[in-house]
């Protein structure tokens, strides 16, 4: 059973920037950071935008970010967690760039600050449009160079370590956190991990739906097992659509975006008669919230019977694309796409998640020894609809702030003499693994169809009837078969999207992402 200080369940931003500054903080500590898949597999790699910070305070300012987060977030963001994000932007930018991290400049030696929609100023720092990818594989090479912090791919955290499973009792302080069960990919083995401190960073949810720009690997995982614990989540409903993904089937299961950055730099959505449309939605147009553009495109889809829209480049310069973005340009191609002359097809994809695991101002869960960060979490700064380039953001400045609240308590954490061992169980290998893939696939379909860009009650009421159906089905399944990460995957997949019908079903007031047309 290998005994650890800090336990790191997630390899993106939030999760390596946390490891690096407990680990330079603590080096006498032990500190793993497990992740399911290959090292620097996750939703940061592929963050195209960039990072919202103000860093040209004669044109901007923290007051203009603020209110353009509180627009966005419809009301329902907590303003003292805006203004501190905001506030905290730019130091934690400076902590990025002094680990080595590169942001575009101009000739004048100026950050190049991108602007995308719902943002009132250019304050977008980027690397091209991998900025996500600059991102992850610096902390990577950063993280290698710390001896005490261990990075651990091909490990799928299965089960938070609770008093549920030590059968001990309830404190006034209610469920408390050992550590993780977790599934070794290689041996075929579950491993306990006792921890004093463990930190969720598991990201988005984006494969509970059929089209996103989330990689395979966004299952919900670190939601689900918060949820199986106790843990008190909010704001499920809250479903980002990104409003121009690609209209390709691609192999990988992850639709490939076209970044906001493009309609920042000139270009205009056309429905398929050529027309611009989004001037008919809102003052704005093409630079509108996310929210408002996803809805004014499914809208456009539904009266079109069309399966796209299409993003007309062609009055950017084909040398200032390939400069700013070169990652699309090459994609674009690859697919016999000219986008000097031809106009990209589009559709809405699910990309973010603004709920999550409920969260205090110091990355803490309602579960004693538990923080939680970056999209897996509910911070209050997304509030109904996240802000374009916020998200990164907000993984920082919350990796810093559990890093804080760290630094006191780990000393304090509690730390059980005896953990009981994963119950083993007679088990078969399934032949019939469609069982799974099957469902996966049925689930993305229901949560696709009826809880989309716009919902209805009976669809609703739909979904919740099939994803129980689906659930009995897996779990019995899972109570038989041997251990497999589809399986876990399913499992976590079909508790993420439980929570986001029940959630969905409660709110009773439309909010920046969540429509439902019987309450408009």
């Excluded at 600050?113 to 250019?122: A, Q, W």
């Excluded at 370590?161 to 083995?189: D, M, R």
Aim: hydrophobic letters at 35%.
């Amino acid at each position: 059973m290998p005994k650890i200080d800090v336990l790191i369940l997630g390899s993106g931003i939030a999760g390596l920037s946390y490891a690096l500054k407990v680990g330079e903080r603590f080096p006498d500590k032990t500190i793993a950071v497990l992740t399911k898949a290959a090292e620097g597999e996750s939703n940061t790699k592929y963050a195209q935008g960039g990072i919202a910070t103000v860093t040209d305070t004669i044109a901007d300012s923290y007051e203009k970010h603020i209110a353009d987060t509180l627009a966005a977030g419809d009301g329902l963001c907590n303003p003292a967690i805006v203004q501190m994000v905001v506030e905290e932007g730019p130091k934690r930018l400076n902590e990025l760039i002094n680990w080595g991290i590169n942001f575009d400049k101009s000739d004048l030696g100026e950050f190049d600050l991108g602007l995308e929609g719902g943002h009132s100023e250019h304050r977008i720092l980027h690397f091209k449009d991998i900025t996500g990818y600059e991102i992850e594989r610096k902390l990577i090479r950063k993280i290698k160079q710390h001896k005490n912090i261990a990075l651990l791919t091909e490990h799928f955290a299965v089960d938070l370590i609770t008093q549920h499973h030590l059968k001990l009792p309830f404190t006034k302080q209610g469920v408390t956190c050992f550590g993780a069960y977790v599934y070794n990919q290689q041996t075929k083995e579950i491993v306990t991990y006792k921890a004093k401190v463990t930190l969720l960073a598991t990201g988005g949810v984006g494969q509970v739906y059929r089209n996103t720009t989330n990689p395979l690997i966004a299952t919900g995982d670190g939601i689900a097992m918060a949820y199986r614990a106790k843990a008190q989540i909010s704001n499920m409903e809250f479903i980002q659509f990104h409003p121009t993904a690609l209209a390709y089937q691609f192999s990988h299961g992850r639709s490939f975006l076209i970044s906001e950055a493009v309609r920042g730099l000139g270009a205009v959505l056309k429905n398929e008669k050529g027309d611009a449309f989004m001037k008919n939605y809102d003052p704005r147009g093409d630079l509108a919230s996310r929210d408002i553009v996803s809805r004014a495109i499914d809208n456009e889809l539904k009266i079109s019977g069309s399966d796209a829209l299409y993003l007309d480049c062609t009055t950017i310069s084909k040398k200032d694309f390939q400069y700013h973005f070169p990652n699309i340009y090459a994609q674009c191609k690859e697919i016999g796409l000219d986008v000097s002359k031809q106009m990209i097809p589009i559709t809405p994809a699910a990309h973010y998640l603004c709920g999550g695991i409920d969260v205090d101002i110091h990355g803490c869960t309602s579960i004693k020894n538990l923080y939680a960060c970056g999209e897996c979490a509910n911070t209050g700064l997304h509030g109904a609809n996240r802000l374009a380039s916020n998200s990164l953001l907000e993984a920082l400045v919350f990796a810093h702030q559990s890093f804080l609240h760290t630094l006191e308590h780990i000393t304090q954490a509690d730390d059980p003499d005896e953990i009981p061992e994963w119950n083993s169980k007679d088990t078969f290998e399934t032949r019939e693994r469609i069982l799974i893939t099957h469902n996966r696939k049925e689930l993305q379909s229901v949560m696709s169809d009826y809880v989309g860009i716009i919902r209805t009650n009976e669809r609703l009421n739909r979904a919740a009837k099939r994803i129980s159906v689906l659930y009995e089905e897996t779990e019995t399944l899972y109570r038989k078969s041997k251990l497999s990460t589809s399986l876990f995957e399913l499992r976590n997949l079909i508790s993420t999207a439980y929570l986001i019908v029940e959630q969905s079903k409660n709110r009773s007031q439309n909010k920046g992402g969540y429509y439902n047309s019987d309450l408009s």
